[in-house]
């Protein structure tokens, strides 16, 4: 309880900025109630699994490393990419909490080559230990050095960048797949349909991924786990759309 009203009394102002009374009070009492009950059962809540709650969760601590989403992607993207390079967290959120993940991990092992930056037009926070935070969007004209990994979970409507600033700029990327299909291309809908495990932002991400990355880069989609202890009724299956260059 404490922590979370110490955030939201730093922070009460950017969220009002960015939501209604209405949702701004949903949130705080939301939050609350969560720190104050059994941890697996309240986040296991449809409306607390937002991923504006998963991130206040993460920045505050309160989440064991098994049941945050966050640190599970970083842990991902470690295993896959290492953390010894320039990553951009795009679309990261009002608080970044996959940048927060990693800049947390990069400390605990000393690593010290490569930057953080998280872009967001709706970033809350000012100020976060060994993070750039951009309150503004990722756009194609962004500059990012030529090894940078661009990483985003569920994106939304930079998705789709993403992908375009990889291809222009020869870069991998790691992307956790939302569910909204409202930014795909009409003409994408009209000749597609969602199959068996997949949405249509899904196959339109992989189709413009395999077409205009370059030479020397592979697609791969995979399935993981967003878990919540060991029960798989407490597990939600995310699509990963990601790039890696072939060395």
Not at 76 to 101: K, Q
Not at 119 to 144: C, H, Q, W, Y
């Amino acid at each position: 309880q404490k922590r979370f009203k110490e955030y939201m009394n730093k922070y009460e102002q950017a969220y009002l900025d960015m939501s209604s009374d209405e949702e701004f009070y949903w949130l705080e009492e939301s939050v609350s109630s969560f720190l104050s009950s059994n941890l697996v059962s309240a986040y296991l809540e449809p409306m607390v699994g937002d991923s504006m709650f998963q991130q206040i969760f993460s920045g505050i601590d309160a989440l064991p490393n098994e049941i945050n989403p966050f640190y599970q992607m970083m842990k991902r993207i470690e295993n896959e990419y290492g953390l010894d390079r320039d990553i951009v967290d795009v679309a990261s959120g009002a608080f970044p909490a996959l940048a927060y993940e990693i800049s947390k991990r990069k400390k605990e092992l000393g690593i010290k080559k490569g930057s953080i930056t998280a872009f967001d037009p709706r970033l809350a926070v000012t100020k976060l230990d060994g993070i750039t935070l951009v309150k503004s969007k990722f756009t194609l004209a962004t500059p990012v050095s030529q090894e940078t990994l661009l990483v985003g979970r569920k994106p939304c409507d930079a998705t789709e960048i993403i992908v375009r600033k990889s291809s222009i700029q020869n870069l991998e990327f790691y992307i956790q797949m939302c569910h909204c299909e409202k930014h795909v291309p009409t003409e994408f809908k009209l000749s597609h349909k969602p199959t068996k495990g997949l949405t249509l932002m899904e196959m339109y991400i992989e189709d413009l991924a395999r077409k205009t990355l370059p030479t020397g880069f592979r697609v791969e989609k995979e399935k993981v786990v967003d878990s919540v202890g060991d029960d798989p009724m407490q597990q939600s299956r995310e699509t990963v759309i990601k790039t890696k260059k072939m060395r």
